[in-house]
């Protein structure tokens, strides 16, 4: 009888050097999960709604992410997936006020590292089961 597995991300996250971008220390990515998705759709939605746009369905709310809450949805995404690593290794999220003042090429980099951790390729194994 094969085993049951739940496929992984196995991405524990990226580490960026900020001496690259004339800072100190390093943050950690983790990729995007699944929950983080759900929770933006909600936070969209009620961003839409205090705008009192109504939305009707997820392919509206596709379209306010990627047009009127494009600047919020990847705020949302920094403030769930990156995180500063303090002396010790302790990992803490970043502020609003630490978010608004990446530069311009960090923020591409961060912007890189979370969508390509988010790529979730499954092992392939030629058609056959797991044993």
Known sequence: MAGFKLPTQGNKGKTIALEDFG???SLLVKPIKVIDSFALTEYIAELAKKDGIVVKDEKQIKGLLETKYK???VFFFIGRCVFAIEEGGEERLLTEDEISDLPAPLLI?????INAGSDFPLAQ???TGQK
């Open 23 to 25: 800072g100190e220390g």
């Open 71 to 73: 600047f919020e949805s």
């Open 125 to 127: 194994n030629g058609g």
């Open 109 to 113: 980099k961060i912007l890189d590292t």
